[in-house]
């Protein structure tokens, strides 16, 4: 039996680029919300049409008994929420406030809504030295499935440091992550060094994380925050993103070429078929990106991506054809 479309999808071929593709951080800059607000929405949009393309709802591991305690309240008997939390540097107390969550989840007693809340799969930590590396696996892995579940950032600013961080990333089979945008212009790295980022880690073969910054499919020159008269500055696209990646990891694409895929403004440049996602570049011939290529690109490589927007990213698939009209999640 073949498997059910997926609501609201308008590009079946490209599925599994967008299943599971954002990661919701709405209380991290520029929506800045609440934690009361952020989880009100992430509970909408697991109930949506669009509970499909949402990921994990990322969250600052300080934050997580709240979370724990506003889930047993407001969302009791639904699965437990998938969760990624942000640690920064401070891994060494992510065991105990993982365990203070826990303990004030009910025990299963038949009852319904007993059980746990959360479901934390995923740490995203900040190091500045390989041997921060170790340390952040060494205590982190324990808590996870998976140790592309520990998820190490690495500077934006330093790319010539990179090397030996992503070699020790490597070593320890985690996740490598890059902030790809800013509420200031100057802190948003340019094309080139996000492009750098992926092809070495695609000649490493090690996995990645993009986050921040992406809220729209295609780059251009747009407002940083929501406020009236907030900095103006560039912005990557997650599809641009989403297809350096590919570019990257499955054809072996240099720097030069992952830059102009980055660079490309234009939604021509990035066209869905029967086979998948088709990417011309500067008048070229096409690559294609076929379905199991997708499939691969999102299993093997390149994780959910963060974003303090759910609905924005929704409105540019809309907009761009992949999926159906309205996009906006009832309730936001």
Known sequence: MSEPIRSGLRAPALEP?????????????????????????????????????????AVAQGDLSSLAAWVREHDAGSAPWPITAVVGERFDRTADLVAAAAEQDPADDGLA???PALDVQAFECRVASAADVTAAARALAPLVAAPTDVVVEVAADRPDDWAPLLDAI???????????GAVVAAAIPPADVVAR?????AARRLPVKLTAGLHHALCATRALTYEPAGPIGPMHGFVNAYA?????????ADVATVERCLLAPDARSFRATSAGLSVELDGRAPA?????QLRELRGRFISAFGSCSFDEPLEDLCALGWLEHPARTPGT
Do not use: I, Q
């Open 170 to 180: 490597a070593a320890v089979g985690a996740r490598a992550k890059l902030r790809t």
């Open 113 to 115: 809504g007993a059980g």
């Open 288 to 292: 294609v990106l076929t379905t199991d």
């Open 244 to 252: 350096a990646a590919g570019l990257a990891f499955e054809h072996g």
């Open 17 to 57: 680029l967008l299943v599971g593709l954002v990661d919701y951080a709405g209380t991290f800059p520029p929506a800045g919300l609440d934690l009361e607000a952020a989880a009100a929405n992430f509970a909408g949009y697991r109930r949506s049409k669009w509970a499909w393309v949402l990921g994990r709802a």
């Open 197 to 201: 980022f992926l092809v070495a880690c």
